[in-house]
Protein backbone atom coordinates (compact mmCIF):
# COMPACT_ATOMS: atom_id res chain seq x y z
CA UNK A 1 0.00 0.00 0.00
CA UNK A 2 1.89 2.91 -0.64
CA UNK A 3 0.86 6.11 0.80
CA UNK A 4 -0.37 9.83 -0.75
CA UNK A 5 2.45 11.27 -0.91
CA UNK A 6 4.06 8.44 -2.42
CA UNK A 7 1.26 8.57 -5.31
CA UNK A 8 2.13 12.37 -5.67
CA UNK A 9 5.39 12.13 -6.76
CA UNK A 10 4.73 9.30 -9.05
CA UNK A 11 1.77 11.64 -10.62
CA UNK A 12 3.81 14.52 -10.87
CA UNK A 13 6.14 12.60 -13.46
CA UNK A 14 2.65 11.74 -15.88
CA UNK A 15 1.04 14.61 -15.54
CA UNK A 16 2.15 18.49 -15.65
CA UNK A 17 -0.25 20.04 -13.43
CA UNK A 18 -1.94 19.00 -10.58
CA UNK A 19 -4.74 21.01 -8.40
CA UNK A 20 -6.55 18.32 -7.17
CA UNK A 21 -6.82 15.05 -5.50
CA UNK A 22 -9.83 12.67 -5.35
CA UNK A 23 -8.92 9.44 -3.10
CA UNK A 24 -11.10 6.20 -3.14
CA UNK A 25 -10.77 2.98 -1.14
CA UNK A 26 -8.29 1.80 -3.45
CA UNK A 27 -6.46 4.84 -5.74
CA UNK A 28 -5.86 8.57 -5.82
CA UNK A 29 -7.22 10.02 -8.75
CA UNK A 30 -5.03 13.89 -9.62
CA UNK A 31 -6.36 16.17 -12.17
CA UNK A 32 -6.53 20.16 -12.50
CA UNK A 33 -9.17 22.44 -13.27
CA UNK A 34 -9.12 21.72 -17.23
CA UNK A 35 -9.85 17.76 -16.62
CA UNK A 36 -13.37 18.35 -16.28
CA UNK A 37 -13.71 20.60 -19.92
CA UNK A 38 -11.31 18.82 -21.62
CA UNK A 39 -11.36 16.81 -24.61
CA UNK A 40 -8.17 15.20 -24.90
CA UNK A 41 -5.40 16.11 -23.47
CA UNK A 42 -3.48 14.85 -20.59
CA UNK A 43 -6.72 13.66 -18.24
CA UNK A 44 -6.66 11.96 -14.84
CA UNK A 45 -3.57 10.43 -13.87
CA UNK A 46 -5.02 7.13 -11.32
CA UNK A 47 -2.72 5.32 -9.14
CA UNK A 48 -3.51 2.52 -7.44
CA UNK A 49 -2.59 2.63 -3.77
CA UNK A 50 -2.31 -1.64 -3.51
CA UNK A 51 0.97 -0.74 -5.70
CA UNK A 52 1.19 2.75 -7.36
CA UNK A 53 0.68 1.98 -10.66
CA UNK A 54 -0.25 4.49 -12.94
CA UNK A 55 -3.95 3.13 -15.30
CA UNK A 56 -5.87 5.71 -17.08
CA UNK A 57 -9.12 6.57 -15.87
CA UNK A 58 -10.78 4.50 -18.40
CA UNK A 59 -9.22 1.34 -16.94
CA UNK A 60 -10.07 2.15 -13.00
CA UNK A 61 -13.22 3.01 -13.63
CA UNK A 62 -14.10 -0.53 -15.42
CA UNK A 63 -12.43 -2.04 -13.20
CA UNK A 64 -11.78 -0.34 -9.43
CA UNK A 65 -14.43 1.83 -8.60
CA UNK A 66 -16.73 0.04 -6.87
CA UNK A 67 -17.08 1.93 -3.54
CA UNK A 68 -19.70 4.27 -2.12
CA UNK A 69 -19.59 8.20 -2.66
CA UNK A 70 -19.35 8.30 1.27
CA UNK A 71 -16.13 6.79 0.66
CA UNK A 72 -14.74 9.49 -1.41
CA UNK A 73 -12.64 12.87 -0.87
CA UNK A 74 -11.94 15.50 -2.69
CA UNK A 75 -8.95 17.83 -1.89
CA UNK A 76 -6.95 20.45 -2.88
CA UNK A 77 -3.08 19.78 -3.84
CA UNK A 78 -0.74 22.31 -2.18
CA UNK A 79 2.44 22.17 -3.91
CA UNK A 80 4.27 24.82 -2.73
CA UNK A 81 7.04 24.20 -0.38
Known amino acids: MISYNEALKIALQL ?3 IDKCVETPNAYL ?3 VDD ?3 IGG ?3 CCILKENGKAIGT ?3 Y ?3 ANYSDDEVKEFD ?3 KV
Open 36 to 38: EYS
Open 15 to 17: KSR
Open 42 to 44: EGI
Open 77 to 79: VNL
Open 58 to 60: TEY
Open 62 to 64: ENY
Open 30 to 32: FKN
